[in-house]
T-cell receptor, first 107, second 113 residues
Framework: KNEVEQSPQNLTAQEGEFITINCSYSVGISALHWLQQHPGGGIVSLFMLSSGKKKHGRLIATINIQEKHSSLHITASHPRDSAVYICAVWDTDKLIFGTGTRLQVFP | NAGVMQNPRHLVRRRGQEARLRCSPMKGHSHVYWYRQLPEEGLKFMVYLQKENIIDESGMPKERFSAEFPKEGPSILRIQQVVRGDSAAYFC???????????FGQGTRLTVV
């Protein structure tokens, strides 16, 4: 069993739909990252959070430390949101990554 | 602030050659991490360095791989006598403190032929 589990692994959506990606982890953490990676591209940090909720534009991230669970929401999805979204948790001095959720948004 | 800079972006090596991957952290960041992404797999931790010190190398293969972060200049990930299985994307990240927001480079895509 992976220490960081994401669901779903693959997700397709129509433009405008509300999207949720989930992350559950078993390692003890102090903070969690949501990352975005385009095919063949670099990795962009979307959020780092250790409690509560953060919002940036159409992206919202929440975390429940007690339940060891985080969610990434995308409102009014757009084809340019198509990418792999990766949850990563800090475990002592290193990030442990989920295997990613591949999102495709169709016009 | 140019962000985390990695070079080269793409590197092709023949089996048995050496590969040197460079990472310049963000200005003011003294913590550097190297991660490897094998084809169709997730990212895996390799090594964590602070200036002139290796803090955690628990993810580094025991042979052929080494990393450094000298007082001056970029961090270097060195792979000696590369094999086909070393083909992967290698990402560097930096942070201001140990557990704080990490910023990633564009990665170096190593292909061993």
């Amino acid at each position: 069993k992976n220490e960081v589990e994401q669901s779903p692994q693959n997700l397709t959506a129509q433009e405008g739909e509300f999207i949720t990606i989930n992350c559950s982890y078993s390692v003890g953490i102090s903070a969690l990252h949501w990352l975005q990676q385009h095919p063949g591209g670099g990795i962009v940090s979307l959020f780092m959070l250790s409690s509560g909720k953060k919002k940036h534009g159409r992206l919202i991230a929440t975390i429940n430390i007690q339940e060891k669970h985080s969610s990434l929401h995308i409102t009014a999805s757009h084809p340019r949101d198509s990418a792999v979204y990766i949850c990563a948790v800090w475990d002592t001095d290193k990030l442990i990554f989920g295997t990613g959720t591949r999102l495709q948004v169709f016009p | 602030n140019a962000g985390v800079m990695q070079n080269p972006r793409h590197l092709v090596r023949r089996r048995g050659q050496e590969a040197r991957l460079r990472c310049s952290p963000m200005k003011g960041h003294s913590h550097v991490y190297w991660y490897r992404q094998l084809p169709e797999e997730g990212l895996k931790f390799m090594v964590y360095l602070q200036k002139e010190n290796i803090i955690d190398e628990s993810g580094m293969p025991k042979e052929r791989f080494s990393a450094e972060f000298p007082k001056e200049g970029p961090s270097i990930l060195r792979i000696q006598q590369v094999v086909r299985g070393d083909s992967a994307a290698y990402f560097c990240a930096s942070s201001e403190q140990g557990v704080s927001e990490a910023f990633f480079g564009q990665g170096t895509r190593l292909t061993v032929v």
